[in-house]
T-cell receptor
Framework: AQSVAQPEDQVNVAEGNPLTVKCTYS??????LFWYVQYPNRGLQFLLK??????LVKGSYGFEAEFNKSQTSFHLKKPSALVSDSALYFC????????????FGTGTRLQVFP | EAGVVQSPRYKIIEKKQPVAFWCNPI?????LYWYRQNLGQGPELLIR????????DSQLPKDRFSAERLKGVDSTLKIQPAELGDSAVYLC??????????????FGEGSRLTVL
């Protein structure tokens, strides 16, 4: 079965420190991977995607993600966290059986403390 | 550019009552999705439309849920009758083309349903 796993329900980090939100995937074939962010009482917003090419993908708001095929991971990173980055982050993978469907992880709540 | 618009934002009903949610996608977006997000979970696809055609409704509980997208623009998701387990946030999203090409869904703010 195709899936993504986000092993951490919550990540806490101090403002100015680097942050990592973890995601691992399980798919057959080459994955298409995505990160979305959900601010309180708002819809999900696209951050970045990996389809092919460079393993380091840069996205919105200074976020980046590294695709690691050997570890089947796609961790979200940011060099210096901001309080305004506090939100719910979802990793997603395209369903290989249905190329227009996303399978989302359970989400990781990022809390950035001043 | 206006985003995906959903209404109502919040709805509280008693079980066995009907409820309907409306979605207006971004202009020009042919693909429309309805997702359900339970508390503490990621969104799960209910139904996907390509223009006015439902191309994937395998996860839609057809005994009580129905959806339509007349004229390939706005869409309505209906639940009748609602059950306690239907309490969730119902998200509408749209995209300009296939995920393989554009890689991005645009989501509305969601409709939060509480069934008492």
């Amino acid at each position: 079965a195709q899936s993504v796993a986000q092993p951490e329900d919550q990540v806490n980090v101090a403002e100015g420190n680097p942050l990592t939100v973890k995601c691992t995937y399980s798919v057959s074939g080459n994955p298409y991977l995505f990160w979305y962010v959900q601010y309180p009482n708002r819809g999900l917003q696209f951050l970045l995607k990996y389809i092919t090419g460079d393993n380091l993908v840069k996205g919105s708001y200074g976020f980046e993600a590294e695709f690691n095929k050997s570890q089947t991971s796609f961790h979200l990173k940011k060099p210096s966290a901001l309080v305004s980055d506090s939100a719910l982050y979802f990793c997603a993978v395209r369903d290989m059986r249905d190329t227009d469907k996303l399978i989302f992880g359970t989400g990781t709540r990022l809390q950035v403390f001043p | 550019e206006a985003g995906v618009v959903q209404s109502p934002r919040y709805k509280i009903i008693e079980k066995k009552q009907p409820v309907a949610f409306w979605c207006n996608p971004i202009s020009g977006h042919n693909t429309l999705y309805w997702y359900r997000q339970n508390l503490g979970q990621g969104p799960e696809l209910l139904i996907r439309y390509e223009n006015e055609e439902a191309v994937d409704d395998s996860q839609l509980p057809k005994d009580r849920f129905s959806a339509e997208r007349l004229k390939g623009v706005d869409s309505t998701l209906k639940i009748q009758p609602a059950e306690l387990g239907d309490s969730a946030v119902y998200l509408c999203a749209s995209s300009l083309g296939l995920l393989a090409t554009t890689g991005e869904l645009f989501f509305g703010e969601g409709s939060r349903l509480t069934v008492l």
